[in-house]
């Protein structure tokens, strides 16, 4: 079942067995410095931001990671809902909700048709088995086979076509795939992240942070150096961040 989806703010999905925590939240990073409120949803099967990013106590679900919320415990839109609603919050409040899904059970829940929805992957070929029933069944719920593309690269040179004969039906990839580089410095960067509770995107190698740009600049049709200008560190901004304690709401699980 399909929930309509009439509101003003932009839902992004993104597909994907790959750990793409990391990307989410530096995605969310530069959305933010473009004065957005974003809330990622953590719809992933080992509640990877939950488990990785946060400082929860018991009960809570919601939290303020550097000015950017996430949500926790959910795995479907009607969820999603209630609990911002039982926490003095609405989806309508945000500018840009990312969703993060990592299996073919959780698509099969009742999502909105999203505005954008991105496969993000790489070349770890147990991760590219799964993704493909990913593909597959998210075609088959929605009847709409478009899907941007998001590809981590490997030191390991692999031919493009291996994975599209994994995934035996056709696919509308739209606009360009964007393609991030090997870089040493990318799991050390997330333990940072992880760790000490700060958002290293300063750390980011330039062509990570470009790449960034462009996707954020074809989400909201701005100009490249618009986005990248508003990233870049000045006294004159003020961070935007809010305080809240939420308690969880038992039952929110599908």
């Known amino acids: 079942m399909k ?23 530096y995605l969310a990073h530069v959305l933010s410095n473009l004065e957005k409120r974003v809330l990622i949803v953590d719809s992933t099967r080992n509640e990877l931001y939950k488990n990785g990013f946060t400082r929860m106590s018991k009960g809570q679900f919601l939290y303020d990671f550097q000015g950017i919320d996430i949500l926790c415990g959910t795995t479907n ?17 945000y500018d840009v909700i990312l969703v993060d899904m990592d299996t073919s059970e959780t698509l099969e829940q ?34 709409n086979n478009e899907l941007k593309r998001i590809t981590f690269e490997s030191t390991f040179k692999l031919d493009g076509s291996f ?18 580089e090997p870089d ?46 508003a990233v870049k560190p000045s006294i004159f901004k003020i961070p935007f961040k809010r305080k809240k304690e939420v308690t969880e709401f038992e039952g929110s699980k599908a």
């Open 163 to 180: 994975f599209e004969s994994m995934l035996d039906t056709e696919v509308q990839w739209r606009s360009m795939n964007y393609l991030f």
């Open 184 to 229: 040493d410095l990318a799991e050390g960067l997330r333990h940072q992240m992880q760790h000490d509770q700060t958002i290293p995107y300063k750390k980011l190698n330039k062509q990570y942070k470009e790449l960034l740009s462009e996707i954020v600049s074809a989400l909201y049709e701005m100009h490249v150096k618009d986005v990248s200008d």
């Open 77 to 93: 839109w009607l969820d999603i809902e209630e609990c911002l609603l039982r926490s003095g919050e609405s989806t309508v409040g």
């Open 3 to 25: 929930i309509e989806n009439k509101k003003k703010m932009m839902t992004v999905q993104f597909i994907g067995t790959r750990n793409k925590t990391d990307f989410v939240i």
């Open 110 to 143: 009742e999502w909105p048709d999203f505005n954008e929805r991105f496969y993000v992957g790489d070349f770890d070929r147990a991760n590219q088995l799964r993704d493909a029933e990913m593909i597959r069944t998210l075609f088959s719920n929605t009847g």
